[in-house]
């Protein structure tokens, strides 16, 4: 019990990343675009800018105090710590009018503005070294402008501490000539005598705290535009921007992209994917009255073989003998579906019937290639009897391994679409149609018309032994089909399952197609037994009633005749 959460966790992470893998396949074109049409426009701006070059000259500044102490004068503390004075340092280098007197001494109509906009003056590390960088479009000028701004300093810094070194002498001078000559023999006398010979030493030595540590180079390269790291910055942020997007159109995307979406909509099961195919909707159902038509590929026709098989599952506490296919908008596939299925259940010697519902837009006739005549419509109205109006599609030819061929009989929609579709499918005659159908077939296949444009199928919910919802991935709407779940959810109909359709070459499918029940939650109406517990149970506990219907098992009918 205690390793559940885990795998709970587990299964949530493996959705979430095959979700957000299966989103950027989708739209890795997108992203690609971005992350080249940013690094491109990175590239084009950085080669049109115009180069600049930058030059470094260092300044060291010496904090020790020295000179105060030859002096004589008294040292101020710097309370132990470095920061305030290199603080101090990066602040005395800014005053001033060190860029004027730059600009003047440079010439090239360099104005005070121009050089303190080209100049960069920062701390090296935690050391007593403050950097003075300039930029300009010539290599040339911006070493000219770093090592004169540096000289200036150093010669303004230089200046200052004559001048101070000059008035501190002056003043000694100023006591020792007011001094008496017992005073200047004395201790206190000669230690003034001494400041004044170290003042004048130090004022004469034009001696300074700082000093130029390396002058400024002429640049090789320029600092900027750095063109290729723009464009690899610019990639960067279009993969960024490209994944944004790509994200962004998925949340506003509303269509149904893989089959798992199916499974989560209807809360259902999926019983199957099947591929995309023109194959699938051409008269490739066997042969029609005799004429045999092209069959569809193995890997087509597994698809609905995995259907059938998954279907054996889903007979725990009912029969299956009348199967409804429906969908929430046209052009879903449901009648490629349901046609393919019940040759699928045909092939394997169950007498199948076809019932095309959809009075409407009927497709089946033009699909199976059959020209006009007699359908159900005429059968409602009395018009017509069942066997006449039924057709036989033959599946293959007899050999020794099938000596019996195999066919199903499909009953078309009719000549002419009624003026009364909804009543018809209501009324009492199509009851007595189905438990005539019922009675003479072991498997009744209905196509029925789309649920969320007409109303003309819903009588027959529950006229069913269960509902199988097909949705075409890559266009179905999400909106479509949570309203379809809903109305399904609310009359309490017998769902079994969705069927995928649509699905593109190179998709996951049989991933989709095996361990498909496990995770599906039961739909609203649904026993909790029935389908998804019932899907985890092996074949031999398959309904003997339901086996026959999808295994090829044909029982006796009840009755000999099919006429209505």
């Given at each position: 019990?205690?390793s559940?959460?885990a795998?709970?966790l587990?299964?949530?992470?493996?959705?979430?990343?095959e979700?957000?893998?299966a989103?950027?396949?989708?739209?890795?074109?997108?992203v690609?675009?971005?992350a080249?049409a940013?690094?491109g426009a990175?590239?084009?701006?950085s080669?049109?800018q115009?180069?600049?070059?930058?030059a470094?000259?260092s300044?060291?500044f010496d904090?020790s105090?020295?000179?105060?102490q030859?002096?004589?004068l008294?040292?101020?503390?710097?309370?132990?710590?470095q920061?305030?004075?290199?603080?101090t340092d990066?602040?005395?280098?800014?005053?001033g009018?060190?860029?004027?007197?730059?600009?003047a001494?440079l010439?090239h109509?360099?104005?005070a503005q121009?050089?303190?906009?080209d100049?960069k003056v920062?701390?090296?590390?935690?050391?007593?070294i403050?950097d003075?960088a300039a930029t300009?479009t010539?290599?040339a000028?911006?070493?000219?402008?770093?090592?004169?701004?540096?000289?200036?300093f150093?010669?303004?810094?230089q200046n200052a501490n004559?001048?101070y070194?000059?008035?501190?002498?002056?003043?000694?001078?100023k006591?020792?000539a007011a001094?008496?000559?017992?005073?200047r023999?004395?201790?206190a006398?000669?230690?003034?005598q001494?400041?004044?010979?170290?003042?004048a030493?130090l004022a004469?030595?034009?001696a300074?705290?700082?000093?130029?540590?390396?002058?400024a180079?002429i640049p090789t390269a320029?600092s900027s535009p750095k063109?290729i790291?723009?464009a690899v910055?610019?990639a960067?942020?279009?993969?960024?921007?490209g994944l944004?997007?790509?994200?962004l159109?998925?949340?506003?995307?509303?269509?149904?992209?893989?089959?798992?979406d199916l499974?989560?909509?209807?809360r259902?099961p999926?019983?199957?994917?099947v591929?995309?195919s023109r194959?699938?909707?051409?008269?490739d159902?066997?042969?029609?009255?005799?004429e045999r038509?092209p069959?569809?590929?193995?890997a087509?026709?597994?698809?609905f073989?995995?259907?059938?098989?998954?279907?054996?599952?889903f007979n725990v506490?009912?029969e299956?003998?009348?199967?409804?296919?429906?969908s929430?908008?046209?052009?879903?596939?449901?009648?490629?579906?349901?046609?393919?299925?019940a040759a699928?259940?045909?092939r394997?010697?169950s007498?199948?019937?076809?019932?095309?519902?959809?009075l409407?837009?009927?497709?089946?006739?033009?699909?199976?290639?059959l020209?006009?005549g007699p359908g159900l419509?005429?059968v409602l109205?009395?018009?017509?009897?069942l066997?006449?109006?039924?057709?036989?599609?033959?599946l293959?030819?007899?050999?020794p391994a099938?000596?019996?061929?195999?066919?199903f009989?499909?009953?078309l929609a009719g000549?002419?679409?009624?003026?009364?579709?909804?009543?018809?499918?209501?009324?009492?005659?199509?009851?007595?149609?189905?438990?005539?159908a019922?009675?003479?077939?072991?498997?009744?296949?209905?196509d029925?018309?789309p649920?969320t444009a007409?109303?003309?199928?819903?009588?027959?919910?529950h006229?069913?032994?269960?509902?199988i919802?097909?949705?075409r991935v890559g266009r179905n709407?999400?909106d479509?089909?949570?309203?379809?779940?809903e109305?399904?959810?609310?009359?309490n109909?017998?769902m079994?399952?969705?069927?995928?359709?649509?699905l593109?070459?190179?998709?996951d499918?049989y991933?989709y197609?095996?361990?498909?029940?496990p995770?599906?939650p039961?739909?609203?109406?649904v026993?909790?037994?029935?389908p998804?517990?019932?899907?985890?149970?092996p074949?031999?506990?398959?309904?003997?009633a339901l086996?026959?219907?999808l295994?090829?098992?044909?029982?006796?009918p009840?009755?000999s005749?099919?006429?209505?």
């Open positions: 019990m205690g559940e959460p795998v709970g587990e299964q949530t992470g493996n959705v979430n990343l979700h957000v893998l989103v950027l396949r989708r739209r890795a074109l997108l690609l675009l971005c080249v940013l690094a990175a590239y084009g701006l080669k049109q115009t180069k600049r070059y930058t470094t000259a300044l060291v904090n105090q020295q000179n105060l030859a002096a004589g008294q040292v101020v503390g710097s309370g132990g710590s920061l305030p004075q290199e603080q990066l602040k005395l280098t800014q005053l009018d060190m860029a004027a007197k730059t600009a001494r010439g109509g360099l104005t121009q050089v303190r906009g100049l920062s701390p090296e590390g935690e050391s007593s403050v003075v300009a010539s290599p000028l911006a070493a000219q402008i770093a090592n004169t701004y540096a000289t200036v150093v010669g303004e810094q004559h001048h070194y000059s008035s501190a002498l002056a003043l000694v001078d006591q020792l001094s008496s000559p017992r005073q023999q004395s201790a006398g000669l230690a003034l001494a400041r004044a010979q170290s003042l030493v004469e030595m034009q300074g705290t700082v000093q130029i540590a390396q002058g180079s320029p063109t790291q723009n910055m610019g960067i942020l279009g993969l960024i921007l944004g997007l790509a994200f159109l998925e949340r506003l995307d509303r269509r149904i992209r893989e089959p798992k499974e989560a909509i209807y259902l999926l019983l199957g994917v591929p995309q194959a699938l909707s051409r008269s159902a066997g042969k029609i009255d005799g038509a069959l569809a590929s193995s087509e026709a597994e698809a073989h995995l259907i059938r098989a998954h279907l054996r599952y506490d009912r299956l003998r009348t199967l409804m296919v429906a929430a908008a046209p052009g879903d596939g449901k009648t490629t579906v349901a046609r393919h299925l699928a259940a045909a394997m010697g007498r199948v019937l076809l019932i095309e519902a959809d409407r837009r009927p497709t089946l006739a033009r699909q199976l290639g020209g006009p419509a005429d109205i009395g018009a017509s009897t066997a006449q109006a039924k057709r036989t599609i033959g293959d030819e007899p050999s099938t000596p019996v061929s195999r066919s009989d499909v009953l000549a002419a679409p009624p003026p009364n579709p909804s009543e018809l499918i209501e009324s009492q005659a199509m009851e007595q149609l189905l438990a005539l019922n009675s003479a077939y072991e498997l009744i296949v209905i029925t018309p649920l007409v109303s003309d199928a819903f009588p027959l919910l006229k069913v032994d269960g509902v919802v097909v949705g709407r999400r479509v089909a949570e309203r379809l779940h109305t399904l959810a609310g009359m109909a017998p079994l399952g969705v069927v995928a359709n649509g593109k070459a190179g998709s499918a991933g197609s095996y361990d498909y029940a995770s599906s039961a739909a609203p109406g026993p909790a037994s029935h998804q517990s019932a899907a985890r149970e074949a031999a506990y398959a309904s003997p086996a026959p219907a295994n090829g098992v044909a029982p006796q009840s009755v005749s099919i006429e209505g």
